[in-house]
């Protein structure tokens, strides 16, 4: 097996490491130690959501939003990835779809006051 500096380690190991990367905005290494941690823990919400936001300020929007949306569907009350697929949409064009996520993350943040 050929394993890169990106896929050595632990779990553990590897989230560090993509902790590291985004940390010093180094995102497309981030979301490749992050693609594959999402694939052995597909359940955990933390690895999904920094891949989502490594994608995001990458620039690779649809992937940003896939990985948003798998989140949304497990837990539709995730504040924060509302917000994430909301601002994701927004720099894709689609602001009807994005004000709808906007204003539920703001619900859910206990912000009724722009609704």
């Known amino acids: 097996m050929d ?6 380690g632990t779990p ?20 490749r130690v992050l693609d594959a941690l999402v694939g052995e823990v597909p359940e ?10 490594s994608y995001y300020h990458s620039a690779q929007l649809r992937r ?5 949306r798998v989140v949304v569907e497990r837990d539709p009350v995730e504040q924060y990835a509302r917000l994430m697929l909301g601002r994701t ?14 204003r539920i993350a703001s619900a859910l943040a206990g912000d009724f006051a722009g609704l």
């Open 89 to 102: 949409l927004e720099r894709q064009g689609r602001q009807e779809e994005a004000d709808t996520q906007l």
């Open 64 to 68: 940003a939003e896939a990985e948003l």
């Open 12 to 31: 553990a190991e590897r989230w560090e490491r993509a902790r590291m990367f985004f940390d010093a905005k180094d995102y497309a290494a981030a979301a």
């Open 3 to 8: 394993t890169t500096y990106y896929d050595h």
């Open 44 to 53: 955990q919400t933390g690895p999904r959501l920094l891949l989502a936001r």
